[in-house]
């Protein structure tokens, strides 16, 4: 018998964050070990007079490729790829990995090659996006490798990730919207703010934001969703961040990690663990040491750290920011292979000003 609580989220999936209709192309991502959610989800957008089609990954295939690909091989974009992304209306992607740590050992170098190849379907991918003619959503479904990441039982996990889709509200569509009107107010605040400054332990970051988008993530992309975001100018951050909270990418793991910008790049990148592996990213292409992105964390159902960027990059009181390609919403233009977010807390002492102003304090908002 399915859970309840997965034919909930396949709704507000399907009905609110990528409101699928009759007609649509409907691709659903998915693994194996997902089934009782894809089966819902494929359920739902039959119901509602859509095409649906899936595609299910197998367990240790990335691994295979990234082990034993040759150079032309990690260079090659399948074109059928570059035509699904063409045709495709809605993408729903489920995330469910058995084995967070199966690339942990992959050579940073062979990662590097592969992110620099698919650039350019990034780019589409966000140009799409951006006009409005491809809705996406991405969710985690419980495996017992992200409950042992997170340091729980798996039954806990299903608990804390369905808790965080607000699943367990009554009306978790409703729930959603109210969590739409709320950042908006906010957004429209920082809309007008010109300069955006960071202070916390270990962080004294600018970055000018005039002309810029804040942007409401409010489960139309990620789900759980709960941020605000912004894509600053690209020559303007200027200081330096310390991240709290390991940065995971590729499934690898850096931590310790700081920056330190001039002029908008990163002049000087460290990390206690996997440095080679942090320099090989920043070294992808030329966008890969500006910023893409800068956003704070306002789902405030989330507060533990779970070693997934879905949920700590979400953390209620925390802020992060993406090395790498801008999301052009927020009308940022930095292109880039990568995408990396990392994230920092605010909730002892972190403050953030608007133009000299404090908008935020301790982790959480203080405009009136």
Request: glycine residues 8%; hydrophobic residues 35%; aromatic residues 8%.
């Amino acid at each position: 018998m399915t859970d309840p609580r997965y034919e909930k989220l396949a709704k507000v999936l399907v009905d609110y964050s990528v409101e699928v209709e009759k007609g649509d192309l409907v691709g659903i991502q998915t693994r194996t070990v997902a089934e009782p959610l894809t089966r819902e989800i494929y359920r739902e957008c039959i119901r509602a007079g859509a095409h649906p089609f899936v595609r299910c990954g197998i367990p240790g295939l990335t691994e295979i490729f990234f082990k034993e690909a040759r150079k032309h091989q990690l260079e090659f974009v399948n074109p059928i790829s570059r035509e699904e992304l063409e045709r495709l209306d809605k993408v729903i992607s489920l995330w469910a990995d058995e084995n967070t740590k199966e690339l942990a050992n992959v050579d940073p170098d062979r990662q590097r090659i592969r992110a620099g190849a698919t650039a350019p379907l990034m780019k589409r991918w966000n140009e799409r996006e951006a006009a409005g003619e491809l809705k996406w959503v991405g969710t985690q479904f419980p495996t017992n490798a992200s409950a042992q990441d997170a340091e729980m039982s798996l039954s806990e996990y299903e608990d804390f990730v369905l808790k965080a889709c607000l699943v367990h509200r009554k009306d978790p569509i409703a729930a959603w919207k109210s969590v739409h009107r709320k950042q908006a107010k906010i957004c429209r605040r920082l809309d007008k703010a010109k300069k955006i400054r960071v202070v916390t332990k270990g962080t004294d970051l600018s970055m000018v934001v005039e002309g810029r988008k804040w942007v409401n993530c409010d489960g139309k992309a990620n789900m759980p969703d709960g941020e605000i975001f912004t894509g600053p100018v690209e020559n303007s951050v200027e200081g330096k961040i310390s991240f709290s909270f390991p940065a995971f990418y590729y499934g690898r793991e850096a931590e310790g990690v700081q920056l330190t910008f001039k002029k908008g790049e990163v002049a000087k990148a460290k990390a206690s663990k996997n440095q080679d592996f942090l320099e090989a990213m920043l070294n992808t292409d030329e966008g890969a040491r500006r910023v893409g992105e800068f956003a704070i964390g306002t789902n405030y159902s989330v507060q533990q750290f779970t070693r997934n960027t879905l949920f700590d990059e979400k953390i209620g009181g925390t802020v992060h920011m993406a090395v790498g390609s801008s999301i052009p919403e927020s009308r940022g233009v930095n292109e880039s292979g990568i995408h990396w977010d990392m994230v920092t807390d605010m909730r002892d002492g972190g403050k953030i000003y608007a133009d000299g102003k404090i908008v935020y304090k301790d982790g959480k908002f203080v405009i009136d």
